[in-house]
């Protein structure tokens, strides 16, 4: 089964930061991978898929990155709305992953 | 608008066996597969199941497989999962899911508790 190194698992940060979160595949996926934000209390929400195809109505501050087996998820300016956790999720051959998830908090 | 709604959760003893159910509204269904996707309090998620659109194709996380089954019933617009000879490790919030392309979900049902204690 395919392994998913998410970091950091804890993040804190400003308002208007840039932030940047890594995944890592231990085989390749190509570019298989999705991101979500889960707020407390509530199911997770799909930001990226493909590794950098935005959902729909999903802010532009949102970006995803790379294929094989590294991926990145970049905020371009930290909101308020957007602190959460992140996860990362691989598929290949049937079976699903997720990343250990990132907790980013206010600095 | 698109929405999953489980049911069935809550306490039964370890062994014991619970059924979960989850209906669909605001797609058509019969052309969407299905996941179940569980998280243990205060940890991360966690695949369990899948179910192509038509009941063709199942699958399950290794530790689940021999203890669950996944199903649907296309004319109920119903999912359900049969959780049998459960652990206290099985103890989570199960959220039903839409699949998108067999690669990633893109719909979320609010989850349901089981709790798995004596």
């Known amino acids: 089964d395919i392994q998913m190194t998410q970091s950091p698992s804890t993040l804190s940060a400003f308002v208007g930061d840039r932030v940047t979160i890594t995944c890592r595949a231990s085989?390749?996926?190509?570019?298989?991978l999705a991101w979500y934000q889960q707020k407390p209390g509530t199911a997770p929400k799909l930001l990226i898929y493909?590794?950098?195809s935005l959902e729909s109505g999903v802010p532009s501050r949102f970006s995803g990155s790379g294929s094989g087996t590294e991926f990145t998820l970049t905020i371009s300016s930290l909101q308020p709305d957007d602190f959460a956790t992140y996860y990362c999720?691989?598929?290949?051959?049937?079976?699903?992953?997720f990343g250990q998830g990132t907790k980013v908090e206010i600095k | 608008q698109v929405q999953l709604v489980e049911s069935g959760g809550g306490v039964v003893q370890p062994g014991g066996s619970l059924r979960l159910s989850c209906v669909a509204s605001g797609f058509t269904f019969r052309t969407y597969s299905i996941h179940w996707v569980r998280q243990a309090p205060g940890k991360g998620l966690e695949w369990v199941a899948f179910?192509?659109?038509?009941?063709?194709?199942?699958y399950y996380a290794d530790s689940v497989k021999g203890r669950f089954t996944i199903s649907r019933e296309n004319s109920k617009n119903t999912v359900n999962l049969q959780m049998n000879n459960l652990r206290a490790d099985d103890t989570a919030i199960y959220f039903c899911v839409r699949d998108r392309f067999e690669r990633f979900f893109d719909y979320w049902g609010q989850g349901t508790l089981v709790t798995v204690s004596s």
């Open positions: 999720l691989q598929c290949n051959s049937y079976s699903w992953t």
């Open positions: 179910i192509r659109f038509d009941g063709s194709k199942k």
């Open positions: 085989q390749s996926i190509s570019n298989w």
């Open positions: 493909d590794a950098s």
